[in-house]
C-alpha cells in the first residue's frame, strides 16, 4: 500500500475499482457491492472478470483501499470464482439511443426505456 492509499468502507467503493489477487495481479474491476442494509452487513463483491460477472465473499477480501481491493485469493483460486446466485441485477443504458441511426432517432423520439444487463 503507497502513501495515497486509504483503506476505505465498503460502502465507499465504485464500481470499477481493480480487484487484485493475493499475489497484486489484477484480475477483474468492481461490478457491484452486495450488503444487507438493514443488517449493516458487508455479504461480497460481485466483480467483472473478463466478460462475465463472479462473486468474491466477504472472508476472501484482505483489504479494500481507494485505489484496489485486494483479496486473499490465489491466482488459481480466482479462475473458480462462483457466479452470483439470485435476484438479476439491471442497470439503465443512458447512452443506448446516442447517434444518428434511425434506431436511436426512435429511441429519443418515443422515449423507449432500454436495460442493459451485467453480463
Known amino acids: 500500500m503507497t502513501d ?3 483503506t476505505i468502507s465498503y460502502m465507499a467503493l465504485t464500481p470499477g475499482t481493480p480487484i487484485e489477487s493475493a499475489s497484486g495481479n489484477a484480475f ?11 443488517l449493516d452487513l458487508f455479504d461480497g463483491l460481485v ?3 473478463k466478460k462475465e460477472i463472479r462473486f468474491v465473499d466477504r472472508d476472501q477480501i484482505a483489504s479494500i483501499t481507494t485505489s484496489a481491493v485486494v483479496c486473499t485469493l490465489t ?4 479462475e473458480s470464482l462462483p457466479l452470483p446466485h439470485g435476484t438479476l441485477v439491471v442497470r439503465p443504458d443512458p447512452g443506448h439511443d446516442e447517434g444518428r441511426s434511425l434506431s436511436a432517432w ?7 426505456e432500454h436495460w442493459k444487463d451485467v453480463d
Open 47 to 49: 466483480v467483472k472478470v
Open 28 to 38: 477483474g474491476t468492481v461490478e457491484h457491492v452486495l450488503q444487507v442494509p438493514e
Open 4 to 6: 495515497e492509499e486509504e
Open 75 to 78: 491466482d488459481d483460486e480466482v
Open 106 to 112: 426512435y429511441g429519443r423520439t418515443f422515449g423507449r
